[in-house]
């Protein structure tokens, strides 16, 4: 049973750089099957996409965070991070990590979740 | 346009059958996967492609699709359907993702 766990400090200050990690257990991120996302939302809002990473290391972003945003992977340690830099109090939000498929007739569906982790920024 | 939108608020009897819709010009090309979120939980999915579920989701949820509408349709609503629903798909660049603003479900 694949697992996905965020993680990364709970309080950032503004114009300083949000990290998150999210390791991914019972199965590894090195799959053409699959790539991994990351998705946020504010509280009492709804949904927001930020940005996938595929097998062959291709990422793409949401388009309004695009020049703050960078996911990479770590393979030797079945993760994935991400980095949102000079954030602000817009960018408090719950993050959550997330696994999409490639696979056939799914047409990349996000199926599989993270609990999420909290970031708040505040100096 | 990369807009997904979606009615704020639907109620439902229970045992009733609800809609819940979504609109985009990308779903003339994209299939749309249908999110289901309990207070203080993360994100299910509970209908991906052109009408699947996933193992575990009941059969009482179907999806459906016309031009550039997508609709998420529980048939018979339990009290434990009660949740926010997001809707999802490609954007026109089919390279990026965008959420629906999300639809409150009250089951009456």
């Known amino acids: 049973q694949l697992h996905l766990q965020a993680s990364g400090p709970g309080l950032v200050k503004p114009s300083e750089t949000l990290s998150l990690t999210c390791s991914v257990s019972?199965?590894?991120?090195?799959?053409?099957?699959?790539?991994w996302a990351w998705m946020r939302q504010p509280p009492g809002k709804g949904l927001e996409w930020i940005g996938s990473?595929?097998?062959?290391?291709?990422?793409y972003y949401n388009p309004s965070l695009d020049s703050r945003v960078t996911i990479s992977e770590d393979t030797s340690k079945n993760q994935f991070s991400l980095r949102l830099s000079f954030v602000t109090a817009a960018d408090t939000a719950v993050y959550y990590c997330?696994?999409?498929?490639?696979?056939?007739?799914?047409?990349?569906?996000?199926?599989?979740w993270g609990q999420g982790t909290t970031v708040t920024v505040s100096a | 346009s990369s807009e997904l939108t979606q009615d704020p608020a639907v109620s439902v009897a229970l045992g009733q059958t609800v809609r819940i819709s979504c609109q985009g010009d990308?779903?003339?090309?994209?299939?749309t996967s249908w999110y289901q979120q309990r207070p203080g939980q993360a994100p299910v999915l509970v209908i991906y492609?052109?009408?699947n579920r996933p193992s575990g989701i009941p059969d009482r949820f179907s999806g459906s699709s016309s031009g550039n509408t997508a609709s998420l349709t529980i048939t018979g609503t339990q009290a434990e359907d009660e949740a926010d629903y997001y809707c999802n798909s490609r954007d026109s660049s089919g390279n990026h993702w965008v959420f629906g603003g999300g639809t409150k479900l009250t089951v009456l």
């Open positions: 019972g199965g590894s991120i090195s799959t053409t099957d699959y790539y």
């Open positions: 492609g052109k009408n």
């Open positions: 990473i595929y097998y062959s290391g291709s990422t």
């Open positions: 997330a696994r999409g498929s490639m696979i056939r007739g799914v047409n990349g569906a996000f199926d599989i």
């Open positions: 990308s779903l003339r090309n994209y299939y």
